[in-house]
């Protein structure tokens, strides 16, 4: 009752740049655009896949995310 709503994960390891770059990414459209968690994962995803050096699968496609997130089932 009193844990994460979600949380995000990688499927492998990540170098520590990409991530770092892939959360930053995910947070602007959580906290920037006011998506939800998946859809702000997905379009950090999107984004990321454009990014010169990190646009290998490898660097993003694993990340997954597991819960609602904000306890709105809706979102």
């Given at each position: ?7 995000v994960g990688s499927l492998w ?28 994962l997905r379009a950090a995803q ?25 306890g709105d089932p809706s979102r």
């Amino acid at each position: 009752m009193a844990g994460a709503h979600a949380v995000v994960g990688s499927l492998w390891s990540v170098e520590d740049q990409a991530t770092s770059r892939l959360m930053s990414e995910l947070y602007t459209g959580l906290l920037g655009r006011d998506l939800s968690p998946a859809d702000a994962l997905r379009a950090a995803q999107l984004a990321f896949a454009d990014f010169r050096g990190f646009g290998a699968l490898y660097h993003w496609a694993g990340f997954s995310i597991e819960g609602v997130g904000r306890g709105d089932p809706s979102r």
